[in-house]
T-cell receptor, first 120, second 106 residues
C-alpha cells in the first residue's frame, strides 16, 4: 500500500536538545511538506521541498531544519533554537507543489499520521 | 487575521441530520481543499475543487469563487463522521482554516 509514514508517533525532548522527526513516502511524489499544528490554529507551513536536494522555508521556519537527499524522505530537525517546539507535526506530500496546475489532483496533499512532540 | 475562516467552530448533530460547514476566504485562490482530521490526528483528503460542486458518497462540496465561499455538506450524518473538518485554499501555498469540530450523537 502506498502512503506516508511518520515516526515516532510521540516524542519527548528535554530543553536544549535537537530532535529529528522522520517522514517517508512511497507515493513517488515530488513535493513534500512539513506543517505544525497548535490548538486553535490552522496548520502552518514550516518547510517544503519541490524536488530532491532542494527545499524552501515556509512561514515559520525559524528553529527548524530539513534535508531532502532522497525523493522518499524529508526529515525535520527541531533545534534548540525553536522557542516553543511542543506541537503536533504533520508531514504531507503531493504529486506536484501548489500552483496553477491541472489536473487539480496534482496538488492534492496526502498527510502522514503525525508526530506529537512534547518538550519537558 | 486568518486568510481562511470556518464556521461554526463546533457543531453537534443527531444521527441522520443534514450538516453544513462553511468556509470563507479573503485571498484570490485557484482551488480549495477539504480535509478530515480524526481524533488520532491523521488527516484525510476529502475534496479538491476549483468550481461548482463535487459529490462523494454522503459528502458534497460546493464552491463559489466570486463570493469566496465554500460549503461542505454531509447528508444522513453518522457517528463515524465525527471529526474535525478543515478547509484549505490554494494561493501559491496552501492556507488552512482552524477547523470545525463535528460530533454526531447516535
Amino acid at each position: 500500500d502506498g502512503g506516508i509514514t511518520q515516526s515516532p508517533k510521540y516524542l519527548f525532548r528535554k530543553e536544549g536538545q535537537n530532535v529529528t522527526l522522520s517522514c517517508e513516502q512511497n507515493l513517488n511524489h515530488d513535493a513534500m511538506y512539513w506543517y505544525r499544528q497548535d490548538p486553535g490554529q490552522g496548520l502552518r507551513l514550516i518547510y517544503y521541498s519541490q524536488i530532491v536536494n532542494d527545499f524552501q522555508k515556509g512561514d515559520i521556519a525559524e528553529g527548524y531544519s530539513v534535508s531532502r537527499e532522497k525523493k522518499e524522505s524529508f526529515p525535520l530537525t527541531v533545534t534548540s533554537a525553536q522557542k516553543n517546539p511542543t506541537a503536533f507535526y504533520l508531514c504531507a506530500s503531493s504529486i506536484a507543489p501548489p500552483g496553477e496546475r491541472e489536473p487539480l489532483s496534482y496538488n492534492e496533499q496526502f498527510f502522514g499520521p503525525g508526530t506529537r512532540l512534547t518538550v519537558l | 487575521k486568518n486568510e481562511v475562516e470556518q464556521s461554526p467552530q463546533n457543531l453537534t448533530a443527531q444521527e441522520g441530520e443534514f450538516i453544513t460547514i462553511n468556509c470563507s476566504y479573503s485571498v484570490g485562490i485557484s482551488a480549495l481543499h477539504w480535509l478530515q482530521q480524526h481524533p488520532g490526528g491523521g488527516i484525510v483528503s476529502l475534496f479538491m475543487l476549483s468550481s461548482g460542486k463535487k459529490k462523494h458518497g454522503r459528502l458534497i462540496a460546493t464552491i463559489n469563487i466570486q463570493e469566496k465561499h465554500s460549503s461542505l455538506h454531509i447528508t444522513a450524518s453518522h457517528p463515524r463522521d465525527s471529526a474535525v473538518y478543515i478547509c484549505a485554499v490554494r494561493a501559491g501555498q496552501f492556507y488552512f482554516g482552524t477547523g470545525t469540530s463535528l460530533t454526531v450523537i447516535p
